[in-house]
């Protein structure tokens, strides 16, 4: 299933996509996508409702899309995570995961505005394959328990800006807490729908040019074992978000390094979990 929130920020509306492309209220079952919703099987009566036939239609018409989850917990990021960008950024191919964190706010919907923050000289971008959790996870025996502990996938587009991450702290924080930094969705594509999340691929393009065309089985750490690892070290909620990493491709290890300008335009996508694009303004 393809879960969506659909209206003004702050205001959005739960919402299905059908396979038929027809979209579906949810307003009956849920006051929202989150966390609550997760925990409470709401995934499981929004497949009984649909079966059932009485989730009302919805004409998406003019609404804006926002994030699929609305108010995640926590953000939780894994740097490096493919061999390839670790290479182009001159950094060691980890033996770990790189753990960082990201403030929650940052997360925005597929479309919105993105702004590149006052004094910015280098915003960059990174598409990611964002896993929701949709269980607890908690010190998990193995990797093969993750599976049950996650809701779906979305695009996320986890934007940086490499001065302040790399040159103004010992920590990531700054370059990646920015307002605005975390575009996710279109959907959140349930597991049974979204397949294998090792076997598929991203690619992200700016002003139409394409800079990202990666796969996720070139990841280093795959999503059962990130998810295993992060419960040893933190309890994982229904509605937390966690981006996976990005392939090569972002504007720090390219040729120029042509970082984001106000009024250029990102596209992203993912196979199955849709396409985001974003328009970059000054703040």
């Known amino acids: 299933m393809k879960l969506l929130r659909l209206g003004p920020q702050g205001h959005e509306r739960p919402a299905l996509l059908t396979d038929d492309g027809e979209v579906r209220d949810l307003s009956a079952l849920t006051p929202d996508i989150d966390g609550a919703f997760l925990a409470s099987d709401g995934v499981d009566r929004v497949r009984a409702a649909l079966a059932a036939d009485t989730l009302p239609a919805l004409d998406p018409a003019g609404l804006r899309v926002g994030a699929p989850v609305a108010r995640p917990g926590k953000v939780v990021c894994v740097g490096l995570n493919y061999r390839d960008h670790a290479e182009e950024t001159g950094a060691p191919v980890p033996k770990r995961p790189v753990v960082f964190m990201k403030d929650p706010s940052t997360v925005v919907g597929p479309y919105d505005q993105v702004l590149i923050p006052r004094g910015s000289v280098k915003t960059d971008w990174e598409v990611e394959l964002a896993v929701v959790i ?3 996870a ?3 025996d193995s990797p093969a328990e993750a599976a049950a502990c996650v809701a779906g996938y979305a695009i996320s587009n986890d934007v940086s800006e490499r001065e302040f991450q790399l040159e103004y702290s010992a920590q ?7 307002e605005t930094f975390n575009p996710l969705g279109p959907w959140l594509v349930t597991t ?6 090792q076997a598929l691929g991203l690619r992200l393009s700016v002003n ?16 059962a074992h990130i998810v295993w690892y992060l419960s040893q070290y933190m309890v994982l909620h229904p509605g937390d978000v966690i981006n996976t990493g ?38």
């Open 138 to 140: 908690r010190y998990l």
């Open 192 to 197: 049974d729908e979204a397949g294998d999340p």
């Open 172 to 178: 990531w924080d700054l370059g990646k807490s920015c």
């Open 134 to 136: 949709g269980r607890e």
């Open 246 to 283: 990005t392939p090569a491709g972002v504007a720090l290890g390219l040729p120029g390094a042509p970082y984001l300008r106000a009024g250029d335009v990102v596209e992203l996508s993912i196979d199955g979990l849709g396409t985001q694009r974003q328009t970059f303004e000054n703040a």
């Open 208 to 223: 139409g040019v394409a800079r990202q065309n990666g796969t996720t089985k070139n990841m280093i750490f795959g999503v």
